[in-house]
């Protein structure tokens, strides 16, 4: 079910980036740990068990990083267009003012992530995993994050809008001040504690009422 109440959208920083970004090569990231600059495209990467790689003013089109499996990665002014992230682990990721645009994301793993002034945008993400985040002025909007994992999380001034959240974990996650008004799901794995101060349709209180045994007399 989907409540279609309109809500304001949250400000946050933009990626800062240079006009006419030259075109790079496709980095050896076993051999560069500093990648800064510039245009990647249509290239896949396949590196396994690589170790605080940072990118920085980096533009990202039609790339491949599925299966890959980075940790404490760190990216700052960086925006994604229609990559796919299928199955990547990126533990301990640092992620700061970065887009992630029209991007297939099912099964990414961000276990860990700190994420500050990040925009997920029309994104595939079903079964992705944001466990043990620590988030701030985050967007996630008209995406699919269905059965996504994102207990034991820190959510702090985090937006989701438009979203199918259907069977997502949330157990752990305060999420006072979260407004899923907006969010599509039939049921949600949440513990009841973490529930107060949620910002919830009228519709959905009968979901939440199914979910913990209540009977609503009409």
């Given amino acids: 079910m989907k409540a279609m109440t309109k809500k304001k959208t949250m400000k946050i920083e933009s990626p800062i980036l240079p006009a006419n970004l030259p075109i790079l090569s496709k980095p050896d990231l076993a051999v ?19 170790d605080r790689v940072t990118f920085e003013k980096i533009i990202f089109k039609n790339v491949i990083f599925a299966d890959t499996s980075w940790t404490r990665m760190e990216m700052t002014d960086v925006i994604f267009e229609k990559c796919d992230f299928s199955n990547a682990e990126w533990t301990d990721a640092v992620i700061h003012r970065t887009e992630f645009r029209d991007c297939k994301m099912i099964g990414l793993q961000l276990t860990g992530a700190t994420i500050r002034n990040v925009l997920i945008d029309n994104a595939l993400a079903d079964y992705a995993s ?29 937006e989701l809008s438009r979203c199918n959240i259907d069977r997502a974990q949330f157990s752990g ?46």
């Fill in 173 to 218: 996650t305060p999420l006072s001040g979260i407004d899923l008004s907006d969010c599509e799901f039939n049921g949600l794995s949440v513990n009841i504690e973490d529930l107060k101060g949620c910002i919830i349709s009228r519709e959905q209180a009968y979901v939440f009422a199914a979910l913990f045994g209540l009977v609503v007399n009409e």
């Fill in 32 to 50: 560069q740990d500093f990648i800064e600059m510039g245009i990647i495209q249509d290239c896949v990467f396949d590196d396994r068990d690589i």
């Fill in 130 to 158: 944001l466990r043990v985040s620590n988030t701030k002025q985050f967007i996630i909007q008209d995406s699919s994050f269905s059965r996504a994992d994102i207990c034991f999380a820190k959510l702090q001034k985090t």
